[in-house]
């Protein structure tokens, strides 16, 4: 073989792996990307379990560890848990509630048909935690009712949008999505610390530009990765939650 066909050989080989490479990465951006858009995390046909029997005079934490599927936390007179994941655990210790949804992903579907799995916990409004903590690898969080002492949110992918009362501290990190976080404090009880990313953010609609606000006792921490980030904490939502 002569050098000319030698060269030929490894420009082949090497045009080859590169195309190997690209195709490779192309490969894991469109898994990323279905994991974002919920392509493959189709819920349950026809599945729905519903938990009413919960002692709610007891109850003083909640434990919330999800892998794919949707949280929200809404208003109700009764406490009770909703899910269409037959992969989602729940159970009752003592005074906590431990939810945790199993890594088990259903087939993956296309088109408008397809809709995320989800956790649906009705909370009554004047109930208090003392501590509550949400674990969410990818997956929409959404809470519009909640007081708690101590709050600990921690997403992977997905958007939080986020209306709560903290008695003591709070913290909000966010790898991808934005957070949208209602603050229902006095402002002035509150000190909110931020750690950026990329993403601009914004304090009661005007741009914040200062890491730090407010010197008051309740601490609540914000770290933000990739994505826009609006804090509200507007002194006419004062210990309301409407």
């Known amino acids: 073989m002569n050098k000319i066909s030698i060269k030929r050989t490894f420009a082949y080989i090497l045009a080859v ?13 469109i898994f990323f990307f279905m994991e974002i858009l919920g392509v493959n995390t189709k819920k349950e046909d026809n599945f729905k379990t519903e938990i009413t029997n919960l002692r709610k005079e007891n109850i003083k934490k909640l434990n919330i560890d999800l892998k794919y599927a949707d949280l929200s936390i809404l208003k109700s007179k009764d406490l009770k848990i909703e899910s ?31 809709k995320r799995s989800k ?20 997956g929409k969080i959404d809470i519009e009712n909640l007081i708690t002492d ?34 229902l404090n006095d402002p002035n ?15 009661n609609d005007s741009k914040l ?4 606000i407010g010197n008051g006792k309740v601490k609540i921490g914000i770290e933000a990765g990739i994505g826009k980030v609006e804090i509200f904490n507007k002194e006419k939502r004062v210990n309301t939650l409407n």
């Open 84 to 114: 269409d994941n037959k992969n989602i655990n729940i159970k009752e210790e003592n005074d906590e509630v431990k939810i945790e949804e199993k890594g088990v992903k259903s087939k993956i579907s296309f088109g408008a048909n397809n």
């Open 119 to 138: 956790l649906k916990i009705y909370i009554p409004e004047n109930m208090n935690f003392q501590n509550v903590k949400i674990n969410s690898e990818v």
């Open 209 to 212: 530009e200062e890491d730090e």
């Open 150 to 183: 101590n709050l600990k949110i921690e997403a992977g992918i997905g958007n939080i949008f986020l209306k709560a009362k903290v008695e003591k501290m709070a913290k909000i990190e966010a790898g991808i999505g934005k957070i949208n976080y209602d603050i």
């Open 189 to 203: 009880d509150v000190n909110i610390k931020i750690e950026r990313g990329l993403g601009q953010v914004y304090f």
């Open 17 to 29: 792996l590169l195309i190997v490479g690209i195709l490779s990465i192309i490969s894991g951006l």
